[in-house]
């Protein structure tokens, strides 16, 4: 059935987002304070709204692709997209947040008479563009239910993590916890093999394949080997995301020892300048603690 969908962030993910519903039908009124990014939707069979308060008119969904809470919060409540959403309407909140954020800012949604889906997504520009992302959802069931046509447009992944505003957060901290960590350790890994100079591509190659592997030392592997790699997804990311997770561990009253240094590991290239490297950059935090040219 086709759904009246504001959306909210038509950044590097956003935009392909918007346009996947688009193309599924569903009637897309995408804002972003880019005036060309909301040009680009409008081209690929979106709507150009006024205003972010006309997008939400009228809306039976907002989805907000936004940096963190924060900015979520500004959205909804500062530029006055909650107000402006009918009486009913679900808030799909897709950024990766601190779980108890998301459910403090779904206490202040549901007491406005809307509702939060607390929706966090995996899988990056190549997941956003392909409609392949990997969807987390928190949420009570019917909320799940109203929202999953709309969800399934986006990511042939979904998963209903619990009743709860909050559990896909959760998840999803829990995820980022495990990626960072797999990438730290993989950087870890190959700046031994230089340091010991062996091969490292063929050190690459042989634990690639090896039940040493995993799908971070896969995918970054070689590009921890590049003096300057392309961007996919940049160190302070990781920075974000492990906080997220040591918060989770804070709240949950759980000592989290190896998502913390895998975070100072980030926070280390970070604080050299290189936040908005590739994250496989991780590597050049071991070379400088080891002195490795």
């Known amino acids: 059935m086709t759904k ?4 909210a962030g038509l950044g590097s993910m956003g935009l392909p987002m918007a346009t996947n519903l688009a193309k599924a039908g569903h009637a897309v009124h995408g804002f972003d304070t880019r005036p060309e ?15 972010l308060a006309a997008a ?27 107000a402006a959403l009918p009486a009913g309407a679900h808030v799909c ?4 947040c601190p779980p108890d954020e998301v459910t403090a800012l779904g206490a202040e949604i549901q007491a406005s008479g809307k509702r939060l889906v607390d929706c966090p997504v995996s899988g990056g520009v190549v997941g956003a563009k392909a409609a392949t992302l990997t969807i987390m959802v928190g949420a009570p069931k019917e909320d799940f239910d109203a929202v999953a046509p709309i969800l399934r447009a986006l990511g042939d992944k979904l998963y209903h993590c619990g009743p709860q505003v909050g559990q896909g957060a959760v ?8 990626c960072g960590i797999h990438l730290a350790a993989a950087g870890e890994a190959l700046a031994l093999g230089e340091k010991a100079g062996v091969d490292v591509a063929t050190l690459l190659e042989i ?33 974000k995301d492990l906080g997220i997770a040591l918060s989770a561990g804070r709240t949950a009253g759980m000592g989290l020892p190896l998502a913390a240094a895998a975070h100072q590991m980030f926070l280390a290239e970070s604080g ?6 590739d994250d496989s950059r991780v590597i050049a935090a071991y070379r400088r603690l080891n002195g490795i040219s």
């Open 272 to 277: 050299s300048g290189n936040g908005s490297s």
């Open 93 to 96: 909140l897709m950024a990766t």
């Open 207 to 239: 634990v690639s394949g090896s039940a040493a592997s995993s799908w971070m030392l896969k995918d970054r592997g070689a590009r921890m080997l590049m003096e300057t790699p392309p961007v996919t997804s940049a160190v302070d990311i990781f920075v």
């Open 37 to 51: 990014a909301m040009d680009a939707l409008a081209a690929a069979g979106g709507i150009r709204p006024e205003s």
């Open 4 to 7: 009246t969908i504001a959306f």
């Open 56 to 82: 939400c008119r009228g809306a039976h969904a907002l989805i907000l692709m936004v940096v963190n809470a924060a900015q979520a919060r500004t959205v909804l409540i500062d530029a006055g997209a909650l």
């Open 171 to 178: 998840v999803k901290a829990i995820n980022q916890l495990l």
